[in-house]
């Protein structure tokens, strides 16, 4: 199982970025998935995340901005970030728990206890 994420880069701020994450080794549907960061300094925090059903959650920090949406016949799931803010800077992360039929609560898919599998980051820095 790996994630691979890519997207990231800088942009000025009110600038927007899609993030994109291919999965491989695993089914992509029917899974719970979801994207986090960490900033310098500070705890890393769920961003958004989808479960096997489609249900979707983002956190309140950037709901309105951000989306999270997945497309399983080309196993990538995705965070399109619009109006970035300076305080959006992080590196994100494109999580996973494989294993099929993931359904949870929309708080659930924000914390990281939930996910299993971790990619290796992609830096985000908005100016």
């Known amino acids: 199982v790996q994630l691979v994420e890519s997207g990231g880069g800088s942009v000025q701020a009110g600038g927007s970025l899609r993030l994109s994450c291919a999965a491989s080794?695993?089914?992509?549907?029917?899974?719970?998935m979801g994207w986090f960061r960490q900033a310098p300094g500070k705890e890393r925090e769920g961003v958004g995340g989808?479960?096997?059903?489609?249900?979707?959650s983002v956190a309140d920090s950037v709901k309105g901005r951000f989306t999270i949406s997945g497309d399983g016949a080309k196993n990538v799931l995705y965070l399109q970030m619009d109006s970035l803010k300076p305080e959006d800077t992080a590196m994100y992360y494109c999580?996973?728990?494989?294993?099929?039929?993931?359904?949870?609560?929309?708080?659930?898919?924000?914390?990281?206890?939930?996910?299993?599998?971790w990619g290796q980051g992609t830096q985000v820095t908005v100016s």
């Open positions: 999580a996973a728990r494989p294993g099929g039929n993931c359904a949870t609560a929309a708080g659930t898919l924000l914390q990281n206890s939930l996910y299993n599998v």
């Open positions: 080794g695993y089914p992509f549907r029917r899974n719970c």
């Open positions: 989808i479960d096997g059903r489609g249900i979707r």
